[in-house]
């Protein structure tokens, strides 16, 4: 079992830039694969960026391609986002989850595990 905390969110204006960090308890944090989603008010919470378990593969959806980075510190177990070039559209809560097995995964119903998640709101 792995317990997940987020920290780093806050408030930014358009074009700013944050870093997100999820820290893992638990063993063998490089068994799992990682992700980040976010949740709007009124929206479903949708995927953002993923990552293998050893950090060689990563996938973002097209919404953030080339203005969020994630990464991984297996030896820190914890795992970031880098978010550049923000938009007011990207205000959301963000949160971080683990999946078992070392692959990536879009779908947020193979994450079984998932932090109580951060706030990231952008103003224009």
């Known amino acids: 079992q792995v317990q997940l905390i987020e920290s780093g969110g806050g408030l930014v204006q358009a074009g700013g830039s944050l870093r997100l960090s999820c820290a893992a308890s638990?063993?063998?944090?490089?068994?799992?694969?990682m992700g980040w989603f976010r949740q709007a008010p009124g929206k479903e919470r949708e995927f953002v960026s993923t990552?293998?378990?050893?950090?060689?593969?990563?996938y973002s959806a097209d919404s953030v391609k080339g203005r969020f980075t994630i990464s991984r510190d297996n030896a820190k177990s914890t795992v970031y986002l880098q978010m550049n070039s923000l938009k007011p559209d990207d205000t959301a809560v963000y949160y971080c989850?683990?999946?078992?097995?070392?692959?990536?995964?879009?779908?947020?119903?193979?994450?079984?595990?998932w932090g109580q998640g951060t706030q990231v709101t952008v103003s224009s």
């Open positions: 989850a683990a999946k078992l097995g070392g692959t990536w995964s879009t779908y947020r119903f193979e994450y079984g595990y």
């Open positions: 638990g063993r063998s944090f490089s068994t799992y694969g």
């Open positions: 990552i293998t378990g050893s950090g060689d593969s990563t």
